[in-house]
């Protein structure tokens, strides 16, 4: 951030650092068991007395001197040079704190010239033992040289108590510094091993190429199981954080991991058909093949390591980006192009959008990113982003997914940063779409005040099912929506019908049943694992039929009821249904009304992870969609999703994740399915009001559904009740916790409840049996104040309690057949599919839109008006 920042391009992202770093810790690691390779290569052949052996020794060094101080010495500069140029904050922490350590270093290593030069030209021109003595002295600097870069390196990884004292000391012996000294020194010995298998065969005697090939293999088998050894405890050696972001947190590092796991044992099986003896036309491909395996070995180990910092470059102190900890509470509040030195623009302004979301890209992305390159490629990696998706990926990043570092800076510049990505490099546009409404005529049932024997309240008892049509990839929800009834014998004490009458229900024309009957419970139970009949009552109900008696409530009800929004292939979220009541033995008509069943698929995982409508350009899930949120899902959570979906093998969501909703168990270490879905998108969607709730919910203002469409639509939003969707979140997360799930501290951590002051004040609950209470607002059935209005934490105690369960004072008539179900309360306000809808029952009955019997008309049921409010307080108040 303070300084100019060197643009790659392509080959941004770190590339240039690891291929650089790769091959030249390579070689010098090769520099330090090489040495002891010499010295003890040496004492051998003039123990053995083998002049060939000896003369091979010298030939050996040679090539040492040649690939490890030329070479190795070209690799060291482009070391300096390329992190000074591409991380020069980082690379001025580590001169200025560890000016002693490279100080010594480089004394180290100009002893290591010194001793390897006089040891090469001295070959055979000192006596043996002064000559081994300058063997000795340089493969001591080498291996302090290892000791001494150990400690300043492993403390980008594991700083240790340097971030509270700032002490040499403590960032020099920092916890990896032991175990990485042992196994890289260990690893070195084994390098040498494989470099003498280069030199050895290329001896054109056979019997002494067999020797040193031999004794090469040996470099490489003996150290073995102390490498494994010590690579253990250098893992176990981590901190909490950089174990779990290795082993667990990073996914780009699990190739690594595998690729590391699988070489280390060829490794030894190379070394071991080295030995046996064969000719040298096999052999000399064979070396270059152990020594290749060994590069990738230590390449893996070494981008595992890499891995480990993340989201920093020196861990804890400053992120990978250059970005100091201790500066982001300034940049969030300033903007980072203000706090950076080096920008063109220093602030956002819709003329310079796309110029500063570059600046802002190559300040805080490019260090980790390319854009078309082989390492990180940020095109690759955010193609399936629209703009809301990629703006709000960036204000989650960091949180959840802690391998990266949070974004820093206003709003406005993460905008410019996610149009850059988006529309900059992308080339993608959005244009905005207004649904409009359908010129739908409604047909009102008839109904005589004066003359009707009955009224047949009917209604849906969810407001609106959200239906997820991703079936070959994936089930969130399986189409099941209710049907519910009561019939009243009207009189001057009207009477709930429960016997000699039959309910019937029939779906308007064009409207499909989606799960086929029988045909879809099967097509479930075989591909979801879960018995759906037994689980969540599936009935297997048709789009006509009748309804059932629950004698429980007096009421009668079709269950799950498999609806899917589309008549003659378009989307209508509201079918209408025509409900009848007749005589059981006669058959004579009693009672009929209309009631819409509304289903949506409008739920909006595209605004984020990319796609179109399947249908009409309204709703439905694309393919696209569909695959690339199982694409997240596997990354994130280690699972093979999208493979089982490619392969026939799509999984309802609430098989591994408890859902109230379907009845399912899951598996119980899960959190169940709608905490993980609110807890962990809340982490991206923070600081927002009921905008957030319409990103996933049918409820854009925009949309062709509108979920929130009742009474409590004109003045108040889903936060009202529910909740930001950071206190709807962690009223689920806190439920869960108390739970012992292990995964709600982790969503927990970033969020802020905004309708309490404290954690402390949030109150669990369970989903779908446990939401918002009524009368938290409603007071003695009053009108609430909209400025004051809410029911956030403030749960009703249990299911019996939930509104859509709830009955009247007198305990006979729900409180849903007069006023109408959740989201869809009378008067709805709703004209997208034809005005009143919803208000047809009100219309039917008293021809007004209002509850049933507001303002103290009783004459629908009983047909006088009455003094008294009977079914509760403050009835007749208009």
Not at 296 to 313: K, L, T
Request: proline content about 6%; aromatic content about 12%; hydrophobic content about 40%.
């Amino acid at each position: 951030m303070n300084y100019p920042v060197w643009d790659l391009y392509g080959l941004g992202g770190g590339f240039w650092i690891a291929l650089i770093a790769t091959v030249h810790v390579f070689v010098s690691h090769f520099a330090v068991g090489g040495g002891l390779w010499l010295v003890l290569a040496e004492r051998k052949a003039l123990k053995e007395n083998d002049q060939t052996f000896l003369d091979y020794v010298k030939g050996h060094s040679k090539f040492f001197l040649l690939l490890t101080m030329v070479f190795g010495g070209l690799t060291g500069v482009g070391i300096w040079w390329t992190i000074a140029l591409l991380s020069p904050s980082g690379t001025s922490v580590l001169i200025h704190n560890f000016v002693f350590g490279w100080a010594a270093e480089w004394v180290c290593f100009l002893g290591e010239i010194i001793a390897l030069f006089i040891y090469f030209y001295t070959f055979g021109k000192m006596r043996s033992k002064e000559h081994q003595i300058i063997g000795w002295f340089y493969f001591i600097f080498a291996w302090l040289s290892l000791v001494l870069i150990t400690g300043i390196i492993g403390f980008m990884l594991t700083p240790g108590a340097w971030l509270e004292t700032g002490n040499f000391w403590d960032g020099f012996f920092n916890p990896s510094f032991w175990p990485s000294v042992f196994f890289r020194s260990f690893l070195s010995f084994m390098i040498a091993g494989w470099f003498g298998l280069i030199t050895a065969v290329h001896q054109k005697d056979r019997a002494f190429r067999e020797k040193v090939v031999r004794y090469s293999a040996a470099w490489v088998l003996t150290p073995f199981l102390l490498m494994v050894a010590s690579a253990y405890w250098y893992v176990k050696a981590m901190p909490d954080a950089q174990e779990s972001m290795i082993l667990y947190k990073a996914s780009e590092i699990a190739p690594f991991i595998k690729s590391f796991l699988m070489l280390t044992p060829l490794l030894v099986v190379g070394a071991l058909v080295m030995a046996i003896r064969m000719p040298g036309k096999f052999k000399r491909p064979l070396a270059y093949v152990v020594v290749l395996i060994g590069f990738f070995h230590m390449a893996s180990f070494e981008f595992i390591r890499e891995g480990g910092r993340r989201p920093f470059v020196i861990h804890g102190h400053m992120y990978s980006n250059s970005i100091l900890l201790e500066d982001v509470d300034l940049i969030n509040q300033q903007g980072i192009l203000k706090t950076a030195k080096w920008t063109q623009f220093k602030e956002v302004t819709p003329e310079n959008a796309l110029q500063a979301g570059e600046e802002i890209f190559r300040i805080e992305c490019s260090s980790c990113h390319s854009r078309g390159g082989p390492l990180n490629d940020i095109l690759a990696l955010t193609e399936h982003f629209p703009l809301l998706g990629m703006d709000t990926q960036l204000a989650g990043q960091g949180k959840v997914v802690e391998y990266m570092p949070p974004f820093m800076g206003t709003t406005e510049e993460r905008m410019a940063l996610a149009r850059y990505i988006v529309e900059g490099l992308h080339g993608k546009t959005e244009n905005a779409t207004k649904f409009v409404p359908k010129d739908i005529e409604i047909e009102i049932p008839p109904f005589d005040v004066e003359n009707d024997e009955f009224v047949l309240l009917a209604w849906n008892n969810l407001g609106m099912h959200c239906l997820s049509d991703s079936d070959p990839y994936f089930v969130i929800l399986p189409p099941a929506n209710e049907i519910q009834a009561q019939l009243i014998q009207r009189g001057d004490t009207p009477e709930v019908v429960t016997e000699g009458v039959t309910i019937s229900y029939a779906v308007e024309a064009g409207f499909e049943n989606p799960a086929k009957d029988v045909e879809f419970w099967k097509y479930s139970e075989q591909n979801f694992g879960v018995k759906l009949e037994d689980n969540i009552g599936l009935k297997g109900m048709g789009l006509e039929g009748h309804l059932h008696l629950q004698e429980a409530r007096g009421i009668f009800e079709a269950a799950m009821v498999p609806i899917a929004p589309y008549q003659d292939g378009h989307y209508n979220p509201f079918p209408i249904f025509t409900i009848e009541a007749t005589d059981t033995e006669t058959g004579e008509l009693l009672a009929m009304t209309k009631t819409v069943v509304p289903t949506a698929t409008e739920m909006g995982c595209k605004n984020c992870h990319g796609g179109e409508w399947r249908v009409d350009g309204l709703a439905g899930f694309s393919d696209e969609t569909s695959a690339a949120v199982l694409a997240v899902h596997d990354k994130q959570s280690k699972t093979e999703l999208l493979a089982m979906a490619e392969a026939g093998q799509p999984r309802l969501c609430a098989s591994c994740h408890m859902d109230p909703a379907t009845g399912t168990e899951g598996k119980p270490e899960l959190l169940n399915l709608p905490t993980a879905i609110h807890g962990w998108h809340a982490n991206y969607l923070t600081g927002l009001g009921a905008e957030a709730c319409a990103y996933c919910h049918p409820s854009l203002p925009s949309g062709a559904t509108q979920c929130l469409r009742g009474g409590h639509s004109v003045n108040l939003d889903c936060t009202n009740c529910h909740g930001t969707l950071e206190d709807h979140a962690l009223g689920l997360l806190v439920a869960e916790k108390d739970k012992g799930k292990p995964g709600a501290d982790r969503l927990i951590a970033n969020l802020k409840p905004r309708a309490v002051e404290s954690m402390d004040q949030v109150v669990g609950r369970v989903p779908w049996l446990q939401e918002p209470d009524c009368m938290a607002c409603h007071e003695d059935y009053q009108r609430p104040d909209p400025e004051t209005a809410s029911s956030v934490y403030k749960w009703v105690a249990g299911p019996s309690d939930l509104y859509r369960f709830s009955s009247d004072e007198s305990e006979v008539l729900t409180c849903l057949g007069c006023h109408g179900p959740p989201h869809a309360t009378f008067p709805t306000y709703s004209d997208k599919y034809g005005k009143d809808r919803d208000n047809m029952l009100p219309l039917q009955l008293q021809n007004n839109r209002r509850p049933i019997g507001a303002g103290g008309n009783c004459k629908v049921c009983h047909g006088i008006d009455m003094e008294d409010s009977v079914h509760h307080e403050n009835m007749e108040n208009p």
